[in-house]
Every structure is written in C-alpha cells, then in structure tokens.
C-alpha cells in the first residue's frame, strides 16, 4: 500500500508538473488564470498519520523545492473543521486534511531532480500520514497575498 501511495503522488506531481511546465501551459496560464495557479489536496489521515506528521512533510518539501533554486512556491497545510449545529461549535476533522502547493508552476523549474533522495523522503513522510483523495488545480485571487 505504502508503495502504492508513493507512485500515486509521484505519478499525479510529474502529471501536474508537466501539464503546467510546457511552454503552452506557461503561456495560456495568464489568460485562464489572473490570480496564483495553485493545487488543492484533500487527504485522508492514514495508520497513525497526524497533522503533525503531514507538516513535517510540507516542511521538508518546501526545503526541497528551496535547495534546488524554487523560492516562489510554497507547501500550506490546511486542518479541515466539522460544523455541529447542535453547538453552534467547530471542531477539526480528524480524519482529513487539506494542503495547498501555492504557485505550482513555479516547480516546474526542479522537475528533473524529482525522485532524488530528498524528494524521497519527505514523500515517505507523506505517505505515513496521509493519502491524496482528490487534487483540484485552482486560480487564487492574487488580492490574497496582497499585503
């Protein structure tokens, strides 16, 4: 299973990388997209998997994409809440998760040195607390990182 999880987020990273890296994406993105093209990832907690886990992973993945010279591009995790209107109250969902890759193309600029050692092993860490549900490739408003 855990190598299964690993060739699914592989497979889906080098999908999206290349969908967005050919010199068409990169050139149709401001007409489709005036805002930040970013992929949303809803995940299911797997085993013992924790948000703690998954950040260690996003952060591990930030510092990767930063050693081979991507800085423009950023890994969120997102806790998803539950709503009880009973209690008016929200509580996290511990069974899922969202992460946001914020400006994804960007990455595109390390796609060869996908699936080196340190690629590897925060895709491990992924893979042991979580499994990617569904990915959704969006266009943020760029008012949102506006100051």
């Not at 340190?118 to 990617?132: K, L, P, R």
Request: hydrophobic fraction near 40%; aromatic fraction near 6%; glycine fraction near 4%.
């Amino acid at each position: 299973m855990e190598q299964k999880q690993m060739k699914k987020i592989v497979m889906s990273a080098a999908l999206v990388t290349s969908m967005l890296a050919g010199s068409t994406a990169l050139s149709q993105e401001e007409n489709v997209c005036d805002g930040v093209v970013s992929i949303l990832r809803i995940s299911n907690y797997v085993g013992a998997g924790s948000e703690t886990g998954l950040r260690e992973a996003s952060a591990k993945h930030d510092a990767w994409y930063k050693s081979h010279g991507v800085t423009e591009n950023k890994q969120v995790v997102i806790p998803l809440l539950e709503y009880d209107r009973d209690t008016d109250s929200f509580t996290k969902d511990t069974a899922r998760v969202a992460t946001f890759h914020l400006n994804s193309v960007a990455s595109a600029k390390s796609r060869e040195h996908i699936g080196d050692n340190a690629w590897n092993e925060f895709i491990a860490i992924y893979n042991e607390n979580t499994e990617v549900t569904e990915s959704v490739i969006a266009c943020l408003p760029k008012s949102l990182f506006s100051q």
